[in-house]
């Protein structure tokens, strides 16, 4: 069965410091992965998705990039975080039942 | 500008109560529905989805669909302290863009004991 991750499961950084997240989808090929972001009192936001190794969509103008070095692997980065950068981000896949399905979340605090 | 609408709640029902829970969309060409339970802190996991006009039933959970009112709905039937959670509704506009869904802000469901 597909499965999932994302770590770290949480972190707080300071304002001006880089950020990396990873996810990993295990029993699938090929996958198109997403990156969504759901700040405090709101909906959840796409951020990126990508089809494929090296391919990458923004949906949104932000302080954010993502990366797809490897077929199942998907990495949310930033070179110096914003206030505004903290929420809960979460990676997800479209699964072949034409379903999404999401990662456990990892949850981002700017000081 | 693709919206999707739900009460935020809270919506508070007694153990054994049918819970209902609404949702509207703006995109006419709206092709996928899906329906997402998120207990606090845990990620979105998936509870239904729904394609066509009509009813969709899954164990004490039945989603309903009217595209022409752009509306859709999820009834939770006998429900339970552990149904409580947020529930959001998520609307696909083009099956060809997968898993590009535009969610609403979620419901907040309190089952009571």
């Known amino acids: 069965s597909q499965t999932i991750h994302q770590w770290p499961a949480t972190l707080v950084q300071p304002v001006g410091s880089p950020l990396s997240l990873e996810c990993t989808v295990e029993?699938?090929?090929?996958?198109?992965l997403y990156w969504y972001r759901q700040a405090a009192g709101r909906g959840l936001q796409l951020l990126f998705y990508s089809v494929g190794i090296g391919q990458i969509s923004s949906e949104v103008p932000q302080n954010l990039s993502a990366s797809r070095p490897q077929d199942r692997q998907f990495i949310l980065s930033s070179k110096k975080l914003l206030l505004s950068d903290s929420g809960f981000y979460l990676c997800?896949?479209?699964?072949?039942?034409?379903?999404?399905?999401f990662g456990e979340g990892s949850r981002l605090t700017v000081l | 500008q693709k919206e999707v609408e739900q009460n935020s709640g809270p919506l508070s029902v007694p153990e054994g109560a049918i819970a209902s829970l609404n949702c509207t969309y703006s995109d006419r060409g709206s092709q996928s529905f899906f329906w997402y339970r998120q207990y606090s802190g845990k990620s979105p996991e998936l509870i239904m989805s729904i394609y066509s006009n009509g009813d969709k039933e899954d164990g004490r959970f039945t989603a309903q669909l009217n595209k022409a009112s752009q509306y859709v709905s999820l009834l939770i039937r006998d429900s339970q302290p552990s149904d409580s959670a947020t529930y959001l509704c998520?609307?696909?506009?083009?099956?060809?863009?997968?898993?590009?869904?535009?969610f609403g802000q979620g419901t907040e469901l309190s089952v009571k004991p």
């Open positions: 029993g699938t090929s090929n996958p198109n």
């Open positions: 998520a609307v696909n506009w083009n099956y060809n863009q997968g898993g590009k869904l535009i």
């Open positions: 997800a896949w479209w699964g072949l039942t034409g379903e999404l399905f």
